[in-house]
């Protein structure tokens, strides 16, 4: 699990899972905060500040070493991506396809949308590595898996995490 | 000629070369114009992707009219965009689309806003304002001018003519058997059943009467598409728009989500040159009226069928289109701006709210209730918050530079609201001016609230997270400073929530003793500060789960002049019985009777009569079934609920006899014996008086009743029976 | 609205509820004194959001420790006068 963020620069990895493993990403991202700093583009508002601060233990210059920017529409979303430059740490997509759920967005924006915003990702995954988590949606419907699929054929690497114990209910999706 | 009057209607037809205008002539004639406007959307994108565009729109048949120019983008700055001109505005928004889906990588300005915000803001004329027009023989404005602003306290109000149409019953609940009409002295009923009769007689009441205002309850939803499905199927057309050959508006009902809630809007009728407003449908109407509605429209510039029908944030949105249409700053199709990166420490210590403390629980006396004033738009204005100014070093110190988007827009907002608050503390309620500027006070301080929350609103156009996470900074320093102050002063800080505080001290009990405060206060923060009142007593409550446990806005007390404050108990919640709400209120007036906090005791025997006196009528069923209604908003779709809350069974019942719920609506229901233990209101068969489960209601009548005896030390149940 | 951190209560309650195993296991006398210090702990969470320590657990000790030295300060000053009395 410990090898999950450990990403290579000219990387860009794909995780998928339940939301139920979010706490678990969340310390993952303490951990490798103690070795470099991290930018983090927050698409699903999870960024619990809490609890990474718990797994750091509290210690400023970890959470000092973090930076998060968010982003609480797909435009918003595309337009982080577009106006980064590469950068030296490795960046981390938190809940991707969060804000590309939003079904008030008509379904042909945030296609093109995501499509504007893969290249943005390759490039940027380019400098320091890069990565990209996705949760099932609360409701799940053809659209989102549309989404779901198109960005899973643009990733190198594809990391599919379940529970270890049945679940109550079964990753239908993946 | 030249006419002058009030401003009723402006907008456009696909007929209209530019915009029509209804006037309300001072000699109280309607008139109608037309006046040629054009309107322009702007583009920015890469140059080739521009000229591509540019001979996209020349083979368009529609002629435009394009060039380059340079507009202010706010967070950018001045750029070069192309304007896309087009004569007559009704063609806007299908050429637009049609651009849009062509060239969806482009970003468009200026291109959703409503055609009377383009207007008010292009001519500097309002909804309701008094206009001089100066037209030609065709009724062709060749120049308009408002002879007033919509800053005025008490402008001239125009001589509506109202036409008032309502059900004889809530269609909701029952079928309605007649509808009422009445306008001037008038009233008649008109009945239902011959449809015939039904549109004949509406229909000489709306061409001898050809009223500017027609208020109806459940127009919206049920009156006026029936009356439309009738004069179809009698085909005899009811001339509800005073606007000669143009159809009504139609505007489909839905639920969409806003502040963690969701919220239900109805399906709407509006109508063009004269004015629909179903009082059941529309924002707050059971707050501030007609007058606050009026005053909503002059202060947003959205026409006053919108206004009435506002959602959060579309009134303080409008406003800031007004400011930015006026000064050239593009107003995006989209918000693009998104956050700069934080640190997971600036996370921390940004990503908060108001203050809210803990009160020190129980009863207290000589209590003084200070407020800022508008806190979160004075915070604005004051230190000039915007999304496009740097935030100042320091807080509560102003940024430097020109006042931004956000303080222009609030700042004769939040004048208005200082102008209402002094001018109503010194009118009597006697004054016939006393309900309008109470009216036009309640609708600018909801625009007031709405503004903070609209500054961090994701889709919000100039909204802006770290704006809004600067205003919550600095309202958290100015309420630390006040508390500093009193406590410097000696005072005892019972309790603080976001803006105001309660404060306390031994030799304190009039408004002069606290003026000092007030100015300390003052001096610190920069900001108003104002006395809501002295309570004789007031008692903040306890948790009801916890005793130990104090709970931040649940409070009640008297203040001196005898009116009652109360937060947070049952007569405040929504879904409260009014039977119990109204008992809770008796008993506080009781109370209130009290001349300090000693006397307490002694108003014990007359609540107990009172409650006695309820229990009685309760159990001897004298209570309108009605008064024991628990009201519930269904909070998301019936098959989302994995174990239905009251409200969803209720709604389960009404879904049963075809009667469909959306989130965000309220159902109504009754407590019943027995299972399901609840009967929803609006189903056909009214419910049986005798499967009203009396006990529960007797039981929830003493909770509220204890609620107050307990923290007084009253509480003594025995002498209830 | 924007909030991503949870609120100082929500952060509270989740601080208390991961202690639920250890108040489990205490007597029910323990168990009632606990909940004594957590609820003391509550009656300044404005200040404990207001000081945004990235372990909110540490801020929620010094007010527990914060309301038994105000207890202590009360019950010494009782003490002091019924001895006074005595006299």
Request: proline share 7%.
């Amino acid at each position: 699990m410990n090898e999950l963020l450990d990403i290579m620069p000219g990387q860009w990895r794909l995780v998928l899972t339940p939301k139920s493993l979010r706490p678990t990403i969340l310390t993952l991202i303490a951990r490798l905060a103690q070795h470099s700093p991290l930018l983090i583009f927050d698409g699903g508002n999870q960024f619990n500040a809490y609890q990474v601060a718990r797994a750091a233990r509290g210690r400023p210059e970890v959470l000092k070493g973090i930076r998060v920017s968010r982003a609480f529409t797909c435009y918003q979303m595309a337009a982080l991506l577009e106006g980064t430059c590469n950068t030296t740490a490795p960046i981390l997509l938190l809940d991707f396809l969060s804000t590309f759920y939003d079904e008030s967005v008509p379904i042909t924006e945030r296609h093109r949308l995501l499509e504007k915003c893969l290249p943005l990702i390759h490039r940027l995954s380019r400098s320091a590595g890069l990565l990209v988590t996705v949760h099932p949606p609360a409701v799940p419907s053809e659209e989102s898996m549309q989404l779901i699929r198109r960005l899973q054929s643009e990733a190198a690497e594809v990391w599919l995490l379940e529970l270890p114990t049945p679940a109550p209910e079964p990753l239908r999706l993946f | 000629m030249i006419v002058t009057g009030w401003l009723l209607d402006v907008f456009t037809t696909e007929i209209t070369n530019g915009v029509v205008l209804w006037l309300l002539g001072e000699d109280g004639q309607r008139y109608r114009f037309e006046h040629t406007f054009l309107v322009t959307f702007y583009v920015a994108g890469p140059p080739e992707r521009l000229r591509a565009l540019w001979r996209f729109l020349q083979s368009q048949p529609e002629s435009v009219r394009l060039s380059r120019t340079e507009r202010r983008d706010l967070f950018a700055g001045p750029m070069t965009v192309l304007a896309v001109e087009v004569s007559r505005p009704a063609v806007l928004p299908r050429l637009f689309q049609m651009v849009s889906q062509a060239f969806p990588d482009l970003t468009y300005y200026d291109a959703d806003i409503h055609i009377a915000l383009r207007y008010s803001a292009a001519h500097r004329v309002f909804p309701l304002a008094l206009c001089q027009i100066e037209a030609d023989e065709n009724s062709e404005v060749k120049a308009i001018q408002a002879l007033d602003t919509p800053w005025e306290l008490d402008p001239a109000v125009p001589p509506l003519r109202i036409l008032t149409i309502e059900p004889d019953t809530d269609p909701g609940h029952a079928a309605p058997a007649q509808l009422i009409v009445s306008y001037d002295r008038c009233r008649y009923s008109l009945p239902l059943e011959s449809a015939q009769a039904l549109i004949a007689g509406l229909r000489a009441t709306l061409k001898r009467y050809d009223p500017d205002l027609l208020l109806t309850t459940w127009g919206d939803t049920w009156l006026l598409p029936l009356l439309q499905k009738l004069s179809k199927e009698q085909n005899w057309p009811l001339p509800l728009n005073r606007e000669p050959v143009s159809s009504v508006i139609h505007r489909k009902e839905h639920s969409y989500f806003s502040y963690g809630q969701i919220i239900y809007r109805g399906r709407q009728v509006c109508l063009l040159g004269r004015w629909h407003i179903d009082r059941h449908n529309a924002m707050l109407w059971d707050d501030y009226g007609l007058d606050g509605v009026l005053e909503m429209a002059r202060v947003t510039g959205l026409p006053v069928q919108d206004a009435a029908r506002l959602s959060p944030g579309t009134g303080i949105s409008s406003m800031q289109f007004l400011t930015a249409l006026r000064q050239g700053i593009l107003i995006p199709w989209h918000k693009h701006q998104a956050e700069h990166p934080k640190t997971a420490m600036e996370l921390l210590r940004a990503d908060m709210g108001g203050m809210i403390y803990q009160p020190i629980p129980g009863l207290h006396r000589d209590v003084a209730g200070i407020d800022f004033v508008s806190m979160y738009p004075g915070i604005m204005v004051r230190f000039n918050i915007s999304p496009e100014v740097p935030r100042a070093q320091d807080d509560l110190t102003p940024a430097p530079g020109y006042p931004g988007l956000v303080p222009q827009t609030l700042a004769p907002l939040l004048k208005k609201r200082l102008e209402f608050k002094s001018a109503l503390a010194s009118l009597s309620r006697w004054d016939a001016r006393y309900k309008p500027y109470q009216a036009r006070a309640s609708a600018n301080k909801w625009l007031l609230v709405t503004c903070f929350g609209y500054l961090g609103y994701k889709n919000a156009r100039f909204g802006r997270i770290e704006a809004h996470e600067a205003v919550t900074a600095y309202g958290r320093e100015a309420l630390l400073r006040a508390k500093e102050a009193a406590e410097e002063l000696d005072f005892t800080v019972l309790h603080m929530y976001v803006d105001g505080l309660w404060v306390q001290r031994a030799d304190c009990q009039t408004p002069r003793d606290f003026q000092e405060l007030l100015e300390a206060i003052r001096q610190k923060t920069g900001l108003p500060i104002a006395l809501d009142g002295i309570y004789r007593w007031i008692v903040f409550l306890p948790s009801k789960v916890d005793a130990r446990l104090p709970v931040p806005n649940r409070y009640f007390g008297i203040f001196q002049n005898g009116t009652i404050k109360v937060r947070g108990i049952e007569a405040r919640r929504h879904d409260t019985p009014p039977f119990i709400a109204e008992t809770q209120m008796q008993i506080l007036e009781i109370l209130a009777r009290a001349p300090d906090a000693d006397h307490l005791p002694d108003c014990l025997p007359a609540v107990a009569m009172l409650v006695k006196k309820k229990i009685a009528s309760l159990r001897a069923g004298r209570i309108p079934l009605e008064d024991l209604l628990v009201s519930q908003r269904l909070s998301r779709e019936l098959q989302k609920y994995r174990t239905p809350s009251p409200a969803a069974r209720a709604a389960i019942q009404l879904a049963r006899v075809g009667k469909q719920t959306n989130p965000g609506q309220r159902v109504r229901f009754l407590l019943t014996r027995g299972r399901p233990g609840i009967h929803s209101w609006d189903l056909p068969k009214p419910p049986d008086p005798r499967t009203v489960d009396i006990e529960r209601y007797e039981e929830l009548l003493l909770r509220a009743t204890q609620t107050f005896l307990e923290p007084l030390a009253l509480s003594n149940k025995n002498c209830l029976f | 609205m924007g909030r991503t951190l949870p609120s100082i209560t929500q952060a509270f309650l989740q601080e208390q509820e991961s202690f639920a195993r250890f108040r489990r296991a205490l007597r029910r006398s323990d168990q009632i004194a606990l909940d004594d210090l957590f609820a003391s702990a509550r009656q300044h969470l404005a200040a404990a959001g207001y000081a945004a320590h990235a372990l909110p657990f540490e801020t929620f000790l010094l007010c527990m420790l914060l309301e038994e030295h105000k207890e202590v300060m009360r019950l010494r000053q009782h003490v002091e006068q019924l001895l006074a009395r005595k006299e």
